[in-house]
């Protein structure tokens, strides 16, 4: 039973243009979302993340927007870089505080 | 501050044999956990520990054991190794900050052990 779900398996953009990464999520008691990013041959490392209590968080290039109603959540970067490929992973939390962690799509931004 | 480290990178087992894998944190971190990652799989959490001395199930437990003597360290056990248990391992730890009334939990993440267990 998969509660966090990363539906496209990857996506590609052009340089400049908007990336975005979409995440959708089964479980009503998640009330905590972050992005971590991924390079090959690397750990995670934590992105960006929003609050159930928000519908939208912003970080330079990075925003993450939640619809809860949808229980989806979707993070835009503007403008993409070629820097940006990497693997991406949606990551949900509620009370118990542990993270539940979708399965990751891998972006690709060509120069 | 070398954040989390891993010992070993990579490592080859034959079937029945053990391991340890080390995890080491110089955040003060309170919480660790050790997941998985297996292709199309995404994280998955095998055990974790709130603090020293104390270690808890995650979502994979079988075939693995943890201990947690120390505060910075987290070591995950292998006693008899299984093909199935060929993955990238991950540790990471965190310091759990408040959101009203409760722990917003941020993980830091080592650099990854690549098992293969022939």
């Not at chain 1, 090959?40 to 619809?67: C, H, Q, Y």
């Not at chain 2, 070398?2 to 003060?28: E, H």
């Not at chain 2, 947690?68 to 990471?92: H, I, W």
């Amino acid at each position: 039973d998969q509660q966090v779900k990363q539906n496209s398996p990857s996506l590609s953009v052009q340089e400049g243009r908007i990336s975005i990464l979409n995440c959708d999520y089964t479980n009503s008691m998640f009330d905590y979302f972050l992005w971590y990013k991924k390079y090959p041959a690397e750990g995670p490392t934590f992105l960006i993340s929003i609050s159930s209590i928000k519908d939208k968080n912003e970080d330079g290039r990075f925003t993450v927007f939640l619809n809860k109603s949808a229980k989806h959540l979707s993070l835009h970067i503007v403008p993409s870089q070629p820097g940006d490929s990497a693997v991406y992973f949606c990551a949900a939390t509620g009370a118990n505080s542990k993270l539940t962690f979708g399965k990751g799509i891998t972006l690709s931004v060509r120069p | 501050n070398a954040g989390v480290t891993q010992t070993p990178k990579f490592r080859v087992l034959k079937t029945g044999q053990s391991m340890t894998l080390l995890c080491a944190q110089d955040m003060n971190h309170e919480y660790m956990y050790w997941y998985r990652q297996d292709p199309g799989m995404g994280l998955r959490l095998i055990h974790y520990s709130v603090g020293e001395g104390t270690t808890a199930k995650g979502e994979v437990p079988d075939g693995y054991n943890v201990s947690r003597l120390k505060k910075q360290n987290f070591l995950l056990g292998l006693e008899s190794a299984a093909p199935s248990q060929t993955s990238v391992y991950f540790c990471a730890s965190s310091y759990p900050s408040s959101m009203g009334d409760r722990f917003i939990d941020e993980q830091y993440f080592g650099p990854g052990t690549r098992l293969t267990v022939t």
